[in-house]
């Protein structure tokens, strides 16, 4: 409640939860960010997963960002005897944006991910934690009708490695296209309300050695995001799988987080009454 009754932040919540906006962090600023997953099914056939993801996010330029995640990922339930926790992957990603104006901008995102998640649980699916080695190319374009609303657009391709499976056989995971669709409303400089269509086709039928036919696989995801105090922004969301190939590894995730963004080189600030407002985002 505390939080709620902030003072007026300067910044406002710009970004949606898959789709990348091609704007970036600003130049000197270090975002913090904490989110947590889950994914359920309302049937036996598959299990709730439980993610929680530490990131962080650097402005090295106006138009260049790098970020890091760490991923914790735990199998099933606290009161299932086959519940499991482990450390994740860790992604590591840059973005560019080669284009910036006010009614357009073009970027490219390249993510490399760092396999310490484990890859002998069959269960888990290939965009979370799975223990192999995998590789980001994805294309960004947005288009910006009036500074409260915007449209985002990606196209890339994800290359999965192969899963190292102990005493049983290795499992070469399929590559994947993925594209998505988000549009996103500043009711105010506080508050972003957001909807995204995100879909991935991967090359083979079996995508992992337990799901043998969920090679397609579509989400429609609402977004809430509000910023509480300068530079932290809360954020829930909710998503629905739209076709068998998702619905049958989850059918929905809930997904609550923050991130705070700070200048380094001015570290942290407190709100100040009467102080000015930083020009708004375009």
């Known amino acids: 409640m505390l939080l709620l009754a902030a003072p007026a932040a300067e910044a406002r919540p710009y970004r949606v939860m898959v789709t990348r906006t091609a704007e970036t962090t600003r130049a000197g600023n270090l975002e913090l960010g904490l989110r947590y997953q889950g994914f359920f099914a309302l049937d036996a056939a598959s299990l709730p997963y439980q993610q929680l993801s530490?990131?962080?996010?650097f402005g090295v330029l106006d138009t260049v960002e790098v970020n890091l995640h760490l991923e914790v990922l735990a199998l099933g339930l606290p009161n299932q005897p086959f519940f499991q926790v482990a450390f994740g992957d860790i992604p590591v990603g840059v973005q560019w944006t080669f284009l910036e104006t006010r009614p357009f901008a073009l970027g490219v995102y390249l993510r490399g991910t760092v396999p310490t998640g484990p890859s002998t649980l069959d269960l888990v699916h290939p965009g979370l934690s799975d223990g192999t080695w995998d590789a980001e190319g994805t294309l960004l374009a947005e288009v910006?009708?009036?500074?409260?609303?915007?449209?985002m657009f990606n196209a890339g391709y994800l290359h999965h490695g192969v899963r190292a499976r102990g005493d049983l056989p290795d499992?070469?995971?399929?590559?994947?296209?993925?594209?998505?669709?988000?549009?996103?409303?500043?009711?105010?400089?506080?508050?972003?309300?957001?909807?995204?269509?995100?879909?991935?086709?991967?090359?083979?039928?079996?995508?992992?050695?337990?799901?043998?036919d969920n090679a397609t696989q579509v989400e429609i995801i609402p977004v809430l995001r509000r910023e509480v105090w300068p530079g932290l922004v809360l954020e829930a969301v909710a998503g629905l799988a739209l076709t068998p190939g998702l619905s049958d590894i989850y059918q929905f995730r809930a997904l609550i987080g923050g991130t705070y963004e700070f200048d380094l080189a001015t570290g942290p600030n407190l709100p100040e009454r009467n102080r000015p407002s930083r020009p708004r985002r375009r």
């Open 54 to 57: 530490p990131s962080l996010r």
């Open 144 to 151: 910006r009708p009036s500074r409260e609303l915007r449209f």
């Open 171 to 212: 499992f070469d995971v399929p590559d994947a296209v993925q594209a998505s669709v988000a549009g996103a409303l500043n009711l105010d400089d506080l508050t972003l309300i957001g909807l995204e269509l995100v879909g991935r086709h991967y090359f083979n039928p079996q995508i992992t050695p337990a799901w043998n």
